[in-house]
C-alpha cells in the first residue's frame, strides 16, 4: 500500500467524483482511477458505492478514509518539524477558510504577514464553514477561520472579526424605503441563501424561525456575488453581512439595518486543533491575527 495512493483515495472521498477530484489536484482521473482500483485489491474491499449519481464511501472506504487522514497528518507533521530544524522561518501554513471570509479579509492577511515573512507560504482550501471545523479536527489544515460558535472540547478558539447581518434588496423593493427593519417584516419575502454546507445558511433560518416564521428559499449559492446578482436581478432578499457591502459592485442592491441585529451578528473564530503541534510560523501568524480583535 503507498502512501500515494491513500492521497488519491482522499482527493476523491472529498470531492465525492473522480472528474472533481482530477480538476483539483495534479493526477488524471484515469491515474486516480487505477489508483483507487489498487487499493481495492490489495484491501479486498470496495471503497466507494458507485450505484448512485455522486460517489459514497462504503463502511470499509469510511475506515480506510479516516485513517488514511490521520497517517497523512503524522507525515506532514514530520515534514513542517524537519523545516523548522533548517528554517524557522520557512515552511507552508495550511488554511481552511469559507469563500466569503476568504473573499473579504484573505488578501489583507497574505499581504501582510508575506512582508514579515516572504520564505512562507500561505495555503488556502475555500469550503464551507462546517467543513472547515472537519479538515481542522482530521489535521488536514492547521488553522481555520469559522463562524461561531465552535467545539471547544475540540479546538483552541480565538475570537477574530464581529460583524452584523443587514438586509440585501433592491432598490424599488417595496420596503426599500425603510430606514430599518424587523425580521417578522419579512415572512412573506423570498430568500436567497448560502448553500448547506456554509454556516450562515443555518443562521439565517434559525433568526427567521427565532421570529415566528420558517423563510422561503428561492435560491441557494455557495457564491456571495451570485447572492448578490439573484438580489440586484429581483428573485429575492438575502441577510448578509455588512461587509459584503463594500465589495459588491451593483449599483440596484441596497441595505437596510436589522432591528434585532444585537442577536444576528456574524461573529467569525479562529481555530487550532488541541494537542497539535504548532509551527513557529503558525504561532507568529496566530499572533498577527490575533490584534485583529
Not at 56 to 69: E, S
Not at 178 to 201: G, N, Y
Not at 232 to 261: C, D, F, M
Request: glycine share 6%; hydrophobic share 40%.
Amino acid at each position: 500500500m503507498e502512501l500515494r495512493d491513500i492521497n488519491s483515495f482522499i482527493e476523491v472521498a472529498n470531492h465525492k467524483s473522480f472528474t472533481k477530484a482530477a480538476a483539483h489536484s495534479y493526477l488524471t482521473q484515469p491515474s486516480l482511477s487505477k489508483a483507487i482500483k489498487k487499493l481495492e485489491e490489495e484491501l479486498h474491499v470496495e471503497l466507494f458505492d458507485r450505484s448512485t449519481r455522486h460517489l459514497r464511501l462504503t463502511d470499509a472506504g469510511q475506515i480506510v478514509y479516516q485513517q488514511g487522514q490521520k497517517a497523512l497528518a503524522a507525515l506532514s507533521e514530520l515534514d513542517v518539524l524537519l523545516e523548522e530544524l533548517m528554517d524557522v522561518t520557512a515552511g507552508t501554513i495550511r488554511i481552511g477558510i469559507p469563500p466569503l471570509i476568504g473573499t473579504l479579509f484573505f488578501p489583507d492577511i497574505a499581504r501582510r504577514f508575506n512582508q514579515k515573512y516572504p520564505k512562507v507560504s500561505l495555503e488556502l482550501t475555500e469550503l464551507g464553514a462546517k467543513l472547515i471545523g472537519q479538515l481542522v479536527e482530521d489535521g488536514q489544515v492547521d488553522l481555520g477561520i469559522i463562524v461561531m460558535p465552535a467545539n471547544e472540547k475540540k479546538f483552541n478558539i480565538h475570537p477574530f472579526i464581529q460583524d452584523e447581518f443587514v438586509l440585501y434588496l433592491y432598490e424599488d423593493h417595496p420596503l426599500a424605503h425603510k430606514q430599518s427593519i424587523s425580521l417578522s417584516e419579512l415572512r412573506d419575502e423570498r430568500f436567497i441563501l448560502f448553500s448547506k454546507d456554509f454556516t450562515l445558511h443555518d443562521h439565517v433560518i434559525q433568526a427567521c424561525e427565532n421570529h415566528g416564521f420558517t423563510p422561503t428559499i428561492s435560491y441557494q449559492s455557495s457564491q456571495w456575488d451570485l447572492i448578490v446578482g439573484l438580489v440586484s436581478s429581483k428573485l429575492g432578499i438575502a441577510l448578509l453581512p455588512r461587509s459584503i457591502y463594500e465589495k459588491q459592485t451593483n449599483s440596484n442592491v441596497k441595505i437596510i439595518p436589522i432591528e434585532e441585529n444585537s442577536t444576528l451578528l456574524w461573529k467569525l473564530g479562529i481555530i487550532t486543533k488541541k494537542g497539535a503541534y504548532h509551527s513557529f510560523a503558525l504561532k507568529e501568524l496566530l499572533k498577527m491575527l490575533g490584534e485583529e480583535e
